[in-house]
């Protein structure tokens, strides 16, 4: 058996599936048998077994959250497994990085202030008119409801940033509240495949942040002009299959508000799942091709 042809698959821990286990391990079982039809063997790893267990597959495919399995992707993908999505990706799209990374690659984002949960901010709020706004922890993925608030004004979002401080987050993103159409997305890298719709009308959410936004009016925007945008935020933050939130101004302009790696695709699971196999696919067949002609160009 070729070794390139077996897969540790490694599932995403419950906690970090808020209100979404059974989509997320959906998605993910779909595409293991896509995989498998393909050729590849599958390893079923639970995300805690995985952090345990010395792995020996060349190729990892995984969903993995916690920060203990992100820092052994890393280590792993420097020992030269071949991962999707890779553990560095993963980590990008933890809210403070993630801010960093897509402000500074000009991708269209809200306004944001990165803060200490301990740092006095109602001047500098007020300052900069940040009326309403988004508080949401810094250092990692939201797994309740609490890690992202909406506030109404600067003295509410000090007393939310105090409250932070007291659940141990450190670090906090502040974005200014963007009016308009909220919009959800999944895309794959490498691939044709973009799915967008307007989560309030379909009744999927994962903390009922939905509501404050309300049933989008379908302001008109640009389907290419989403695709080209989310398309560029997945290179910047270096994941191959993603999701996310967009804003859709009164103007039709775009702007991402949150951006996750391999989220449930429960709208179009059937066809996203092809997309994604295909897509892993195509990466190792990709990595190998590179690493065959490194081998030559050494022996030359």
Known sequence: MDQYTVIAGVKRAGAYSPNHIGNDAAIFEQTMQHLHSMGYVIHYYSEEEFQTTEIKEPIIVNMCREMTSIK???????EGKIIINSGFGIENCTRERMTRLLVSAEVPYPESIIVSTSAPVQEELEKRRFINCWIKRGDFHAMHKEDVSYVRHPEEAQDILREYALRGIRRAVINRHLEGDLVKFYGIANSDFFYWFYPFDMHHSKFGHEQINGKAVGIPFSIDEMQSICKKASEVLNVHVFGGDCIISSEGDIQIIDFNDWPSF???????????ARCVHNVIEKELSIRAYSTILKEA
């Open 72 to 78: 052994k992707l890393q280590a792993l993908e420097k």
């Open 266 to 276: 429960a709208p179009c699971r059937d066809v996203a799942s092809q997309h994604i």
